[in-house]
Structures are given as structure tokens and as C-alpha cells.
């Protein structure tokens, strides 16, 4: 932990709490929220796994950063969808690269869509973690917009 220099906020810290169940999952916790994680090792359909929880974490801090950024910029939006996929290598077990399409409905223009993008890359925590150990990269347009 680095020393708070004076004038500067000191750093944010975050916890979460994960204890098994049984053999077939297991429970993640922070604040009052709750996920029920897939620990199964057949694998389970109605709950995240730990590679799914990182893709999730991604996907949240993307949409989290818009929405911080959105009123410093003036930036009108109705809704955003994110999708995100990674592929896994074997050797040794990591992602070997994550894609991700940020899809706006929204009526301003793509160079302003090109800046909310380049802040949502740049001040993005877990954004700016993954990113150095995984080939990661995407792209942000509007909603109906060719890929």
C-alpha cells in the first residue's frame, strides 16, 4: 500500500468475502449483495464462473465508467449494451485475448463517441488491470451502426 501524499485522496480499497458451499458452488459477498459462483467442476448453467465473474467485472467497469464520464463530457445516451468474449488458452490457463463491442443508442457524433471511448479505456480499474496481462480490444459505436 503506497503512502498517501498530501493533497491527494487516499486510495480506494474494496473486499469481498467467498466461502465454499458445497462440492457445486459456492458464495461471493461484499456490501448486502450476494452471487451464488459456479465452483462445480462438471460446470454449472445458472451461475457465473470465475473466468465469467472476470468477464462480468469487466463488462460492469466499462459501463461504470461511462456513466462517470457521460456528465463531464455532456454526453446524451438511452441505453448501452455491452458484450464481451474471451478466449481461454491452456498453457498455462489464462485468456489469451478479450473482444468487446459497447453498442450506444445515442445521437451524438462518432467523434464524440470515439472520446467516451477512449475515457471508458483509459480510467477504467479493472479495465487497466486486464488489459496489460491479455490482448484486450473493442470497439464503442452506435446502435445500428455496421460493425
Do not use: W
Amino acid at each position: 500500500m503506497r503512502d498517501t501524499i498530501p493533497g491527494e485522496a487516499p486510495p480506494l480499497t474494496y473486499a469481498v468475502r467467498a466461502h465454499r458451499v458445497d462440492a457445486h458452488h459456492s458464495i461471493v459477498a461484499c456490501k448486502q449483495a450476494a452471487l451464488t459462483v459456479d465452483t462445480d467442476l462438471a460446470g454449472r448453467v445458472d451461475a457465473f464462473n470465475p473466468a465469467e465473474l472476470l468477464l462480468a467485472a469487466l463488462s460492469a467497469c466499462m459501463l461504470k465508467g461511462i456513466e462517470r464520464v457521460m456528465p463531464m463530457l455532456h454526453f446524451a445516451l438511452r441505453t448501452v449494451e455491452i458484450r464481451v468474449h474471451g478466449v481461454r488458452q491452456d498453457r498455462p490457463p489464462k485468456f489469451a485475448s478479450i473482444g468487446y463491442e459497447i453498442e450506444l443508442d445515442t445521437d451524438e457524433s462518432d467523434e464524440r463517441i470515439a472520446l467516451l471511448h477512449a475515457n471508458v479505456q483509459k480510467y477504467g480499474t479493472v479495465f487497466n488491470t486486464v488489459a496489460p496481462g491479455t490482448v484486450l480490444q473493442g470497439t464503442m459505436r452506435r446502435r445500428g451502426a455496421a460493425a
